[in-house]
């Protein structure tokens, strides 16, 4: 068994699955300080991937997500694994990052005119407002659909005979290859920590105390 994934790579997607299934519901029953303080954890959780992306674990990082089309059509093609992420899921990835990144700001943008409004509304036009809205509940209908792309993509290749959430629970693949390098998660979640309290202390401070 080879160890693929650190401990806050696996972390950070199980938190994530949870965080935006949260959102969407909040969001759907109007559960609106709930809404924006789970908001404000995934900001969180964003930007310490991101982070992490540049100082964390070698499948963690950031550039083995860019892949030429060459070895994105190679990768569909071929019935071999990959250490970290192969090409064609890496394209899965950064899209999700890009959706989530766009639901999360444009969500700070947001106001519903009557009792809450996004920490950046005030520092905006109104117009801009009403565009970001807009795009906010636009956007989660295409972050639903990639959702429902990702997970027929994770059956297909359970088909195929590749557990990829198994080695998202226990971080170990049984691809014969070379380790890759590890770092330790507890400092991304020390990170992840730092930043959820920061935001939360200026902007969350209301909601939070709504929703204890």
Do not use: C
């Not at 080695?167 to 330790?184: E, H, N, V, W």
Request: glycine share 10%; aromatic share 12%; no cysteine.
């Amino acid at each position: 068994m080879t160890k693929v994934w650190d401990g806050f790579i696996r972390g950070f997607h199980w938190l994530l699955v949870i965080g935006i299934a949260v959102l969407y519901f909040s969001g759907e029953e109007g559960w609106l300080d709930l809404h924006f303080v789970v908001g404000y954890l995934l900001l969180a959780l964003m930007m310490t991937r991101i982070v992490w992306g540049f100082i964390g674990s070698e499948t963690a990082k950031l550039r083995g997500l860019f892949h030429s089309p060459k070895h994105i059509v190679r990768a569909l093609k071929s019935k071999s694994q990959h250490v970290g992420h192969n090409p064609a899921g890496s394209i899965m990835v950064l899209l999700f990052f890009v959706l989530i990144f766009i639901q999360l700001i444009s969500g700070l943008m947001t106001t519903d005119d009557i009792l809450m409004e996004g920490p950046l509304v005030s520092y905006i036009s109104y117009e801009l407002a009403e565009l970001a809205g807009d795009i906010h509940h636009f956007n989660i209908d295409l972050l639903l659909t990639a959702i429902v792309f990702h997970v027929a993509a994770i059956v297909i290749y359970r088909i195929k005979g590749v557990n990829l959430l198994k080695s998202l629970i226990t971080g170990k693949s049984t691809i014969d290859a070379p380790a890759p390098k590890m770092k330790r998660g507890g400092l991304a979640y020390g990170i992840f920590i730092l930043l959820a309290v920061l935001i939360l202390f200026f902007w969350g401070q209301e909601p939070l105390s709504a929703v204890l």
